[in-house]
């Protein structure tokens, strides 16, 4: 068990992951952070990817794993990553809210570029080596909006969808490896990049920012508060313990409700 790091609790209580070595990308804060501290309290060695320096740096120190400051949008940095991975949590995204006759082309480019091509790429790298030891996890967390729709997200629907597409392939090819893939599907999480979206609608339809949790962002979910980074977190390194072999090509809603309507 890594010093210093908090053992797990509940769900993940029986997931022992020593000897495993995971990849978090998107770790320097949010879910991504989360899940670095989650897998590392169940034994896993973690190599935190992050564009943040610091962020990377303070999380990696944090979790006794390594730092790796890359930028996802460049695919031939991709390449450079680690890839002796047990298991890999494709996580990194952000967004960009705009009605589609106005949505720029650059900002859809870079959407897909950080949340599909980057998975691919690393999924792609990584497989070699679980095949060979004839185990992996991988989790992409995905978002509701990997199964539902909202207006003015083209880049970021666009990119959970086809997320939700590679990890269904990545099953299918992966089954006889011993390999599986998973998307987990939250809805708003208390992040930083639902923290902006909060302010910039508070700022945009003149009310405070607690009335745009309850009004605007969760008016869907049955469940009316954010979820926690933690929660998530505690999904992702379920899907690596010992009961979930069986579970593959799924995606598992963490959206209070909000896809049951």
């Given at each position: 068990m890594t010093s210093g790091i908090t053992p797990p609790s509940g769900a993940t209580a029986g997931v022992d992951l020593?000897?495993?070595?995971?990849?978090?990308?998107?770790?320097?804060?949010?879910i991504g952070r989360a899940c670095a501290r989650a897998l590392a309290a169940a034994g896993a060695f973690v190599h935190v990817v992050d564009l943040d320096a610091a962020a990377a740096e303070s999380?990696?120190?944090a979790v006794g794993g390594r730092a790796h400051v890359v930028d996802l949008a460049e695919g031939r940095l991709v390449?450079?990553?680690p890839t002796g991975i047990d298991i890999l949590v494709n996580n990194a995204g952000l967004q960009h809210v705009a009605p589609l006759a106005d949505f720029p082309v650059d900002r859809f480019e870079l959407l897909q570029r950080v949340?599909?091509?980057?998975?691919?790429?690393?999924?792609?790298?990584?497989?070699?080596?679980m095949y060979a030891r004839g185990w992996g996890r991988i989790v992409n967390v995905s978002s509701v909006h990997g199964l539902r729709a909202s207006a003015f997200k083209a880049g970021y629907v666009t990119a959970k969808h086809?997320?939700?597409?590679?990890?269904?392939?990545?099953?299918?090819?992966?089954?006889?490896?011993g390999v599986t893939s998973n998307c987990v599907n939250p809805g708003y999480v208390r992040t930083p990049l639902v923290e902006r979206q909060i302010a910039a609608q508070a700022a945009a339809h003149g009310i405070p920012p607690e009335q745009v949790v309850g009004?605007?962002?969760?008016?869907?979910?049955?469940?009316?508060r954010l979820i926690e980074p933690e929660e998530v977190a505690d999904v992702a390194v379920w899907l690596c313990g010992p009961h979930t072999g069986y579970i593959s090509g799924a995606s598992l809603p963490v959206d209070g409700g909000w896809s049951a309507a």
């Open positions: 020593s000897g495993r070595t995971a990849m978090v990308t998107g770790a320097g804060s949010g999380v990696a120190e390449a450079e990553l949340m599909v091509q980057a998975p691919f790429l690393l999924i792609r790298q990584t497989l070699p080596h086809a997320l939700e597409g590679l990890s269904k392939v990545t099953a299918l090819e992966g089954a006889p490896h009004e605007v962002l969760l008016s869907r979910s049955a469940i009316k």
